[in-house]
Structures are given as structure tokens and as C-alpha cells.
């Protein structure tokens, strides 16, 4: 089974399946929703908003994200958060040779990182989710992205 495909990335790959109508024509029917994120929710922890807000403004000048991906981008950015939590107490621990609770941490890592690739590919966060897009680099401002 393949992965899904955005409209846009379909659009810009040329393919059609012959059960659907053009790319083109379900781009122009698409919502279309503002190219800026909209605050981090309130419910998000210190680090996670962080997170948010750096991502959303590197999102934005790429030309990667809008109002509607507010919610979506939460939850990378809580996930991201929750990673360095685990970090933080797996270096509390001063063995690793059989304590259960280092398994559990390595185990909540593990799946923390999937989560986490899985919502950085689908914003083209990862060299993967990136392959295909075209995106506004222009930086007037000359600011790196990655500030």
C-alpha cells in the first residue's frame, strides 16, 4: 500500500488515478486557509510552545504552513517536548543495566521518535517529506530560518 498524497504533491507530480478528477481540479476546490499559524494553544507546556513557535515561524517563511495546521503542528511540538522529558530522565538514572524503568523510558523514547517523524514528515520537516515540495524561500528579511 502506498502512502497518501497531498493534492499539491499529486498536482506537481503530474499522476492521476483514473477514479479521481485532475489534481488540478481538486486544488482549486480546496480550502484555502491564511499562511500564518494561528498562537499555540494555551494547553501546550512551556517547552512544547517553544517548540511551536520556532517551528511555526520557520514554517511560515518557507511557505509550509497555514492557520489550519495550527492544531497538527501542537502536537509535533507536545511530542518534541515529551522527548526531552524522557531525555531528562533517563540521564537521572546512573544504571541502565536492568532497571525496568530505563526500559520503560526507552521504550516511551522509541515511540515518541516515531510520532514524532511521522507529524514532522507530513509539515516536510524530515529530507523525506520534503521531496516534491516547492515552497516560498525568498527571506527579505535575511533572517536564517532556523533562528
Known sequence: MTAAKSTKLRAIEGGRSNSLPKPEIL????????????????????????????????????????????????????????????????????????????RTLVSMEKAYYSLFLTYAKQFGLTPVGRVGLTVNTDTEDGEDYLR
Request: hydrophobic share 35%; proline share 9%; glycine share 8%.
Open 27 to 102: 486544488l482549486a476546490k480546496e480550502p484555502k486557509y491564511p499562511p500564518k499559524f494561528p498562537p499555540p494553544p494555551v494547553d501546550l507546556d512551556t517547552q512544547a510552545k517553544k517548540v511551536y513557535k520556532r517551528l511555526a515561524k520557520l514554517m511560515e517563511k518557507a511557505g509550509l504552513g497555514t492557520a489550519g495546521d495550527g492544531d497538527a503542528l501542537a502536537v509535533l511540538a507536545q511530542v518534541r517536548s515529551r522527548i526531552a522529558k524522557v531525555h531528562e530522565q533517563m540521564k537521572k538514572k546512573k544504571s541502565y543495566v536492568g532497571d525496568g524503568e530505563v
